[in-house]
């Protein structure tokens, strides 16, 4: 069993792809292709995570997410992993983790 969380965020930097400085219609695309795609994920305001079983997975969410865009003149993207054995379910777990330690700190 494995656990791989990829942080990513992935917009166009170019004025062919933009609107002014606004990016959402195509973060929007690439959120709604992942979202197709069956993989669980959650937004956030600096870009999205994902969990896989595989490395391989991950990687073609991300050449998914590069096709949305692929049409603008240029990319950016990050990328960061958290790869885990025997673990599952880290999209939720690693929050609900740090939940209970506050509520203890609260608590003393």
């Given at each position: 069993m494995l656990s791989v969380l990829l942080e990513f965020a992935m917009f166009p930097t170019s004025d062919n792809c933009r609107e002014g400085?606004?990016?959402?219609?195509?973060?929007?695309?690439?959120?709604?292709?992942?979202?197709?795609?069956?993989?669980?994920y959650q937004l956030t305001p600096m870009g999205t995570v994902i969990e896989t079983n595989t490395m391989r997975e991950a990687l073609d969410v991300i050449e998914l997410a590069y096709e949305q865009v692929k049409d603008c003149d240029r990319v950016y993207s990050s990328l960061k992993f958290d790869i885990r054995h025997n673990k599952e379910n880290r999209l939720k777990s690693k929050i609900e983790s740090v939940e209970k330690a506050l509520q203890r700190e609260v608590k003393k």
């Open positions: 400085s606004s990016v959402s219609k195509q973060v929007a695309k690439i959120v709604d292709a992942i979202e197709k795609s069956g993989v669980k």
